[in-house]
């Protein structure tokens, strides 16, 4: 047996003082020993007493032994940590991996399926395109869409200690770094959070990342309008939103209640513009035509009517599906539908009077 997997079977070893992380991730295994029939693991605490010393120390060599199994001998020893670890500090979240992002933009809805993760993830591909620096994060925990929008379902994201921090590293494709709850579980699994967890989850994929410099961070807004999208617009600090609706959302008071996320007095913050998504039909077979099935000018009255400007108009057409489906978004093709991203694109940045 060889120190790498040594190491992976120590991982069943938890600190139960530190909120249940094991031993290998809080950097307590200082050294693995493989001689002849004999394994010694050296476990490094800090300085001040660790009441807890004592089990951990047993625990390992449990684990050890089970692993091992008989004929090996299995030594613990105990070492002063060089530099120990501040209390809490591995697991506390702050806004420090956001200092280097310029502009961080809610992407919401005041009703769910308007095309409000198909609009974030092509708007962030289009911004990437044009020259941005850009890093979406899929916000929606109980139905991630990031990673089957991107083909990166398989992508299991690195984990890198700075400082002490433990980040998550994003994973990258078509120039944007992405992040999501689904990069964590299994394929299928169906992610069961209660509201505290949900919403203490939700911060991690945004606040514990290595986000890098970005021009954009874009949050794709879990579906609905209640507490939890209130206190994540306030911890992570948003600067504006764009609000996804379509020509069919008839009832103005749900677009709105999207928007009203932003605007309540405590928060307060700008709405960047309306997106009418699935705005026209154009059949594939005939690329030139416009099928204005809901109405012509929907978006841009309601956009008056809310006195928000209308940023663009996305077209419902059959590619944006399938290349939503098939991970390779509409907004990297050179077609009509790929145009109105981008167009899309260029007005955000404006409106963020961004540089590139
Ligand atoms: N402009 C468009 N043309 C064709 N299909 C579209 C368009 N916009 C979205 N769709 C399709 O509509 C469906 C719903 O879109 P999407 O998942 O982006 O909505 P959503 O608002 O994020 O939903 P939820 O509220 O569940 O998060 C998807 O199958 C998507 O491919
Ligand atoms: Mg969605």
Same mark, same amino acid.
């Given at each position: 047996m060889n120190k790498e997997e040594i190491r992976e079977f120590l991982?069943?070893?938890?600190? *139960?003082?530190?909120?249940?992380?094991?031993i290998v991730d809080l950097g307590m295994v200082q050294d693995i020993d493989t001689e002849g029939d004999k394994v010694s693991v050296t476990l490094g605490f800090p300085k001040q007493r660790d009441p807890l010393k004592k089990y951990l120390l047993g625990a390992t060599r449990a684990t050890l032994i089970r692993h091992l199994g008989p004929g090996i001998e299995a030594e613990v020893k105990e070492v002063e940590m060089p530099s120990p670890e501040p209390a809490g500090k591995g697991t506390e979240l702050t806004k420090e991996t956001l200092l280097s992002v310029k502009h961080i933009i809610g992407i919401a809805? =005041?009703? +769910? =399926?308007? +095309?409000k993760s198909t609009v974030a993830v092509n708007l962030a591909v289009a911004l990437a395109r044009i020259g941005y620096k850009v890093g979406l994060a899929?916000?929606?925990?109980?139905? *991630?869409s990031v990673p089957v929008m991107t083909a990166t379902e398989g992508a299991r994201p690195e984990a890198e200690n700075i400082n002490g921090k433990d980040y998550i590293i994003p994973i990258e494709k078509y120039g944007v770094k992405w992040m999501s709850i689904g990069y964590f579980a299994e394929k299928g699994q169906a992610l069961v959070w209660r509201g505290p967890m949900a919403s203490n989850a939700l911060k991690q994929l945004v606040l514990q990342v290595k986000w890098g410099p970005l021009d954009f961070l874009l949050i794709d807004m879990p579906p609905g309008t209640g507490d939890i999208h209130i206190s994540l617009v306030q911890d992570i600090g948003i600067e504006g939103a764009v609000i996804v609706t379509t020509p069919q959302t008839v009832a103005l008071a749900d677009v709105e209640k999207g928007a009203n996320m932003f605007r309540n007095e405590n928060i307060s913050k700008p709405i960047f513009g309306l997106v009418e998504n699935m705005a026209w039909f154009t059949p594939e077979e005939h690329p030139e035509e416009k099928y204005y099935i809901f109405g012509r000018d929907g978006g841009a009255r309601m956009a008056e009517q809310l006195g928000i400007p209308l940023l663009g108009r996305i077209p419902l057409v059959q590619s944006i599906r399938e290349n939503g489906d098939d991970g390779t978004p509409a907004a990297l093709s050179s077609r009509p539908d790929g145009i109105a991203f981008i167009e899309l694109a260029g007005k955000l940045a404006d409106r963020c009077s961004a540089e590139r």
């Open positions: 991982k069943e070893v938890h600190h *139960p003082a530190k909120d249940d992380r094991n809805s =005041g009703k +769910g =399926g308007v +095309g899929d916000a929606d925990v109980y139905g *991630p």
